[in-house]
């Protein structure tokens, strides 16, 4: 009788060990998702208030105005990788190709930066030679696993004389 | 002092030049020490700690250059660029340099 509980608790123990990484991966499916598809909502609402103030790569300001002030202005944003996203990339390193789940997370951690940087000048006129720096910060129990990545947007904000 | 990353300060001529002068910090990162980034590793999303300290950090690279270009007698840095680079393991280091000018 006892061997028999014994083996149904280790049954229990191993069903449970194996439903953890499940748990884990739905709910970085189903949260992950969410969380990504309110973040582009709130860039594309953003970037359409911001879309007649140009980031632009120029360094030369082909402007005929003359320019009241110049001054440097940075954005900055670290988005954190969630589980689904590393078991896919995993997944992918095994087949080869494009990682698709990286490429969303790397855009929009690119566009939230530049909307940064624009709102630190909210009276500029433009953006000159905006450039983008991208770190990755080391993951958890692995130090070789992408845990975070960190991108910084920075460029000269000009107002031009009216 | 003025700041910018274009070649020059539009609107001002340059007067005179002093040379390249930078500044730099080294951060240590590391998600797995931090719980919340622990959690927010599963669901995704930003780690607005690690935002605020990476802030800080450039602020103050950006203030040793500052330091340094105010030394020189300058009122101006033109042409600042960042750069990232691994040092150690988990550590990060935040170069910034410019050239340091004098602006009419």
């Not at chain 1, 202005?73 to 990339?89: F, L, M, N, P």
């Amino acid at each position: 009788m006892e061997n028999e509980q014994v083996s149904f608790l280790q049954g229990c123990l191993g069903c449970v060990q194996l439903l953890i990484p499940v748990f884990l991966l739905a709910l970085g499916f189903f949260v992950g998702r969410a969380n990504e598809r309110r973040h582009y909502r709130s860039i594309h609402e953003r970037e359409q208030r911001w879309l007649s103030v140009p980031a632009l790569a120029n360094k030369t300001i082909e402007d005929p105005r003359p320019v009241a002030q110049a001054k440097l202005v940075v954005g900055e944003v670290v988005i954190s990788v969630d589980y689904w996203k590393r078991i896919a990339s995993i997944l992918r390193s095994l087949i080869g190709g494009e990682v698709r789940s990286y490429s969303s997370l790397l855009d929009r951690a690119r566009r939230e930066a530049v909307l940064r940087m624009k709102t630190q000048a909210p009276s500029a006129h433009a953006f000159y030679n905006v450039r983008l720096e991208t770190t990755s910060i080391a993951g958890g129990r692995n130090r070789k696993s992408i845990g975070a990545v960190e991108v910084l947007a920075y460029g000269t904000a000009v107002r031009f004389k009216e | 002092m003025i700041l910018t990353n274009l070649e020059s300060v539009p609107g001002r001529t340059i007067v005179e030049h002093y040379g390249l002068v930078n500044g730099s910090t080294i951060r240590a990162k590391h998600v797995g020490r931090d719980i919340m980034a622990g959690l927010k590793n599963i669901v995704g999303g930003e780690l607005k700690g690690y935002t605020e300290l990476m802030n800080e950090s450039r602020t103050q690279a950006i203030e040793r250059m500052v330091a340094q270009a105010q030394e020189l007698g300058a009122n101006a840095v033109v042409n600042v660029r960042f750069s990232t680079s691994q040092v150690a393991q988990g550590a990060a280091e935040l170069y910034v340099y410019g050239t340091a000018v004098k602006v009419a």
